[in-house]
């Protein structure tokens, strides 16, 4: 394990911003921590920088302390290197300049420039300066210099957020494939899901502060341990179900049976997630949704339908299903796992109900 944060609250200025912060990271592994602006993302990351000081708990690297109430570790001996959101490059020198600045006394540096040029397909443009680079190609020179001297573990603010959308898709997959190339552990801090997804090997969602589930993306999204996850991660509706026993519950778009039990809920009203793969487009249905609005997305449509009580459900559909806003749609659901979670404030009644 490289990197442990135990209990861990911190903030600025007095104000504990996060608290009690449990998670640890793998060698070689990438980790992301995601939310919404002002949960404490960039804090938790500023705090393993060693730029901000923690009030309780630790932050353990590679077995080493690094940061506990009353001391932090410099960040200059912490081994961690950092890429900043805006890239922070000195204008004034060129991109092999840039990426040799923190390891101006190395052996070999002429030899680690070029090898860290070719690591991020910058070969060529050695000699260039910043400002007469893209921003994709700038990002890359700030990732380059933030690998030369060899970090333990690196933290990524942001990376991505001054790039347009397909730029960003593109380079969040080089980064990890860079990474990956190089066994570099990493944390990157970011709002965007897609982003985390296709970067991270575990992801941190944070909400207020807290740490709601640290887990692979995989999990978050079809094992979320809390309903704010379950609605933060991808897309969805909760509608509300009894619990008819450990593994049924009924809904009003029937009941609804999954693959496993939940012994702990039955006979509750519970809160069932679907998602819009879980609702299927079927015609000759008796089950049946009107068709609110709709976007498009090529091999398949984002429909936005309304069940005749006013509960509101999303769902893909084919692309050749060319549906209408005011449409009436038939439709079932195949949502052989499902999400739910007990219903806020509910009692259980432990009845049976007619299935």
Same mark, same amino acid.
């Given at each position: ?18 608290? @009690?912060?449990?998670?640890?990271? @793998? ?70 300049? @840039? ?21 991020? @397909? ?11 680079l893209s921003g994709g190609q700038q990002q890359r020179v700030a990732l380059a210099r933030a690998l030369a001297p060899e970090p333990q573990l690196l933290l990524l603010d942001e990376p991505f957020s001054n790039l347009d959308g397909e730029l960003r898709r593109r380079l969040s997959h080089e980064v990890r494939d860079i990474l990956k190339a190089r066994g570099t552990s990493a944390i990157l801090v970011t709002h965007d899901q897609e ?49 008819? !026993? ?24 519970? !809160? ?84």
């Amino acid at each position: 394990m490289l990197l442990k944060l135990r209990n861990l609250a911190c903030g600025y200025q007095g104000q504990r911003v996060v608290q @009690n912060l449990n998670l640890h990271l @793998n060698a070689g592994d990438i980790g992301c921590l995601l939310g919404s602006s002002g949960c404490g993302k960039t804090t938790t990351l500023r705090a393993i920088a060693g730029f901000e000081p923690v009030h309780e708990g630790e932050i353990v690297l590679a077995g080493e302390v690094i940061s506990k109430a009353g001391f932090t570790l410099a960040p200059e001996k912490r081994r961690i290197g950092m890429v900043f959101q805006d890239y922070a490059l000195f204008p004034h020198l060129t991109v092999a300049d @840039n990426i040799a600045f923190g390891i101006r006394n190395h052996p070999r540096l002429t030899q680690v420039v070029e090898e860290m040029l070719e690591l991020v @397909n910058l070969k060529a443009l050695g000699k260039r300066h910043p400002h007469e680079l893209s921003g994709g190609q700038q990002q890359r020179v700030a990732l380059a210099r933030a690998l030369a001297p060899e970090p333990q573990l690196l933290l990524l603010d942001e990376p991505f957020s001054n790039l347009d959308g397909e730029l960003r898709r593109r380079l969040s997959h080089e980064v990890r494939d860079i990474l990956k190339a190089r066994g570099t552990s990493a944390i990157l801090v970011t709002h965007d899901q897609e982003e985390a997804f296709a970067v991270s090997d575990h992801v941190g969602v944070f909400k207020e502060g807290r740490l709601e589930q640290w887990d692979t993306p995989y999990n978050l999204y079809h094992e979320p341990a809390t309903p704010y996850v379950a609605s933060f991660v991808g897309q969805g509706y909760f509608i509300r179900g009894q619990m008819i !026993d450990a593994q049924s519950v009924q809904t009003e778009l029937g009941v609804l049976r999954g693959n496993r039990a939940y012994p702990d809920v039955s006979g509750a009203p519970v !809160d069932v997630l679907l998602r819009p793969d879980d609702i299927v487009y079927a015609p000759e249905s008796a089950l049946k949704a009107k068709v609110s609005s709709k976007t498009f997305q090529g091999a398949a449509t984002l429909y936005r339908l309304q069940l005749p009580t006013g509960t509101q459900l999303e769902a893909l559909f084919p692309s050749h299903a060319d549906l209408r806003a005011g449409d009436e749609v038939g439709i079932r659901v195949a949502a052989e796992h499902l999400v739910l979670f007990p219903a806020v404030g509910s009692v259980p009644v432990h009845q049976d109900l007619a299935v």
